[in-house]
C-alpha cells in the first residue's frame, strides 16, 4: 500500500461542484491506498458528520485529514471572493509547511494536488521531494463571437481573468510546477492550450469531475407531456439567458410541453419578467433543489438545456446525462470534451440571435422526435456510468500512480 498525499482545499461530501470533487478522490485513492489529506479547517464538521453516519463502503482507516486553518482576520478575505486568490495562496503556504515536516516522517510515494482544480492557482507541494501529480482547469474563456451581453463589471472581471491566463502562460512558479509535475490531468483542451508545448507529452485531458454512483436510469413514460429543463445559476457565465430566449421562441408552438428553469441569482428577476405571461401555466421556475434530492427532480424531466459560455467541468449535464437524459447544449467547455453528437444536440457558439435560433430548433428537435429523444437518453445513460464513474476514473488514476511510481 502506497502513500499518497493529497491537497484537497475544497473536500466536503454531499456538497456537489469542487467540494465533492476533492472528497470523491480522496474516497476512491484511499480505496487502495493510505492516504493524507490536507483540507479546510472549516470542512471538519462536515466530514466528522459523515464519518458518523457514513456506510462501511467509505475506507476511513486509510484516511488521515490534516485541518488547517489561518487567522481569523484573514478569513474576511474570502467571503464572497473578495480575496479568495489571496486566502488560497497563503492557506498554500501554510499546506506546504506542513507537508515537508509531514513528509520527512511518512516519506510519500506520491503528491497530488485535487482541488482547486485550477493552473493559476498552483499549490506549493510539486517542492516536495516526491513524484507530482496536478488536476488543472482554467484556460476556457467566453466566446467573443457570442456577443453576451455583460455588465461593466462582469467584463472587467473576464478581463483579469484573460490577464490572469496570460501571466500563468509566463510564471516561473507555474512552469516550475508544470516542470515538476510526472502528470497533469487537464479539464479542457483550453487548459492545456496554457501549457508549455514541451510539456504537452505529460497532459492527458480529463474531467476532475464524475459521477459517485450508478442510479436508476429514468424510467420512460406514455404521457402526452414533455417535460423540459433548463438549469443553471442565473449568472451570466451560466449564459441561462440564451436558454430562455429560445424557450420563449417555442413556448407558443407546443400545448404539451411543460418548462422548468430551475436556478437562482442576480438575474432572477429578468428572467422571470421576460417569462411573466407564461408563468404558471407553460413555465415554472424553481429557486433550488436539495443535493440530496437533484436526481429524482431530473427524472421528472425528458431532456436538459445547457447553456454555461464557459465552464470546465459541468456537473449538472453530468448528472443528467447519468440518469438517463439527453442534453441540448452549447459546444463549449467541459461539456464540449464529455459529449459527442449521440447523446447530445450540440450547438456551436455564435452570433447571439442566430444562436438562440439554432438552440431553439435542437429543443424542438428533441421535443418532436420522442424515440430518437429515449434513444439519445440509453446512450447517455451508458457513457456517463462508464467513463465518468469515479471508481473507473480513478482505477486509470491508479494505473497513472503505479507507472510513476515504477519510474
Known amino acids: 500500500m502506497s502513500k499518497i498525499l493529497l491537497s484537497a482545499y475544497a473536500c466536503e461530501p454531499n456538497k456537489g461542484s469542487e467540494p465533492e470533487v476533492g472528497w470523491q478522490w480522496a474516497v476512491n485513492i484511499a480505496r487502495k491506498h493510505e492516504v493524507w489529506i490536507l483540507t479546510k479547517e472549516n470542512n471538519r464538521h462536515t466530514i466528522d458528520e459523515n464519518r458518523a453516519v457514513a456506510s462501511e463502503d467509505i475506507p476511513w482507516d486509510n484516511m488521515n485529514f490534516l485541518y488547517l486553518h489561518l487567522p481569523k482576520w484573514m478569513v474576511f478575505w474570502k467571503k464572497g471572493n473578495r480575496g479568495m486568490r489571496l486566502y488560497y495562496y497563503l492557506w498554500a503556504k501554510k499546506a506546504y509547511k506542513i507537508a515537508k515536516e509531514l513528509h520527512k516522517a511518512v516519506k510519500f510515494d506520491i503528491v497530488h494536488s485535487v482541488t482547486f482544480v485550477s493552473l493559476t492557482q498552483p499549490c506549493f507541494l ?5 513524484p507530482f501529480v496536478w488536476t488543472v482547469a482554467g484556460g476556457e474563456n467566453i466566446n467573443p463571437v457570442i456577443g453576451y451581453q455583460m455588465a461593466f463589471k462582469e467584463k472587467m472581471y473576464e478581463l483579469i481573468r484573460s490577464l490572469g491566463q496570460y501571466k500563468a502562460k509566463h510564471s516561473p512558479r507555474i512552469r516550475a510546477a508544470v516542470k515538476k509535475a510526472s502528470l497533469i490531468m487537464a479539464t479542457t483542451g483550453e487548459t492545456v492550450a496554457l501549457i508549455p508545448d514541451e510539456y504537452h507529452d505529460k497532459v492527458v485531458v480529463t474531467s476532475a469531475i464524475g459521477i459517485d454512483k450508478v442510479r436508476p436510469m429514468k424510467r420512460q ?23 430562455v430566449d429560445a424557450i420563449l421562441k417555442l413556448v407558443n408552438h407546443y400545448d404539451n410541453v411543460q418548462f422548468t428553469i430551475l436556478g437562482n441569482g442576480p438575474y432572477e428577476s429578468e428572467y422571470k419578467n421576460s417569462c411573466i405571461k407564461y408563468i404558471g401555466k407553460k413555465i415554472r421556475f424553481v429557486d433550488k433543489v436539495p443535493h440530496e434530492k437533484i436526481t429524482e427532480f431530473y427524472k421528472e424531466h425528458d431532456f436538459l ?52 435560433e439554432e438552440m431553439a430548433e435542437g429543443i424542438a428537435f428533441l421535443i418532436e422526435n420522442k424515440e430518437k429523444r429515449i434513444e439519445m437518453g440509453k446512450i447517455a445513460y451508458e457513457r456517463m456510468n462508464e467513463a465518468y464513474l469515479y471508481r473507473n476514473k480513478c482505477q486509470w488514476l491508479l494505473e497513472q500512480y503505479e507507472k510513476i511510481m515504477r519510474g
Not at 510539486?126 to 516526491?130: E, G, I, N, R
Not at 407531456?225 to 439567458?241: A, D, E, I, Q
Open 305 to 356: 438545456i445547457n447553456t454555461a459560455l464557459r465552464d470546465s467541468g459541468c456537473l449538472v449535464a453530468m448528472e443528467a446525462m447519468s440518469i438517463g437524459l439527453p442534453i441540448v447544449c452549447l459546444n463549449t467547455g467541459g461539456v464540449k470534451c464529455m459529449t459527442d453528437e449521440a447523446y447530445a444536440v450540440k450547438v456551436e457558439p455564435k452570433p447571439y440571435a442566430a444562436l438562440v
Open 221 to 243: 413514460t406514455n404521457a402526452d407531456t414533455v417535460n423540459v429543463l433548463l438549469s443553471g445559476k442565473f449568472v451570466y457565465l451560466k449564459g441561462v439567458r440564451i436558454g
Open 126 to 130: 510539486y517542492k516536495l521531494d516526491a
